[in-house]
């Protein structure tokens, strides 16, 4: 990582432990790491049926908004504080 992905977002695969990268729009970004990435591309998680994301607390906010502009989440589960700021958004 480093000052170089200030602007982008990282979507993490729990089992794997790496993930893939986005842009704060949800866009897919060119990343060296996507291509040694052995996992789910976006665009395959996206024809995933339910997709669940987990995600609280505000130093959540800039991820979980790309991840839900990207469709890569059907099922939103977060704390209060922040389903209210989404909402305003």
């Known amino acids: ?8 977002t990282r979507l ?6 790496e993930g893939r990268f ?4 949800g866009q897919p970004v060119s990343h060296e790491l996507n291509d040694r990435l ?4 976006l665009e395959q998680i996206r ?3 339910v ?8 130093d959540k906010h800039t991820a979980l908004v790309a991840a839900l502009a990207a469709g ?6 977060t704390d209060a ?7 305003r958004d």
């Open 38 to 41: 052995i996992g789910l591309t």
């Open 1 to 8: 990582m480093g000052e170089d992905m200030t602007h982008e």
């Open 12 to 17: 993490f695969d729990p089992t794997a432990h």
């Open 22 to 25: 986005f842009d704060r729009r």
């Open 72 to 77: 890569l989440a059907t099922v939103l589960v």
């Open 81 to 87: 504080a922040m389903a209210q700021r989404l909402l």
């Open 51 to 58: 997709r669940v994301v987990a995600a609280a607390g505000s």
């Open 47 to 49: 024809q995933i049926g």
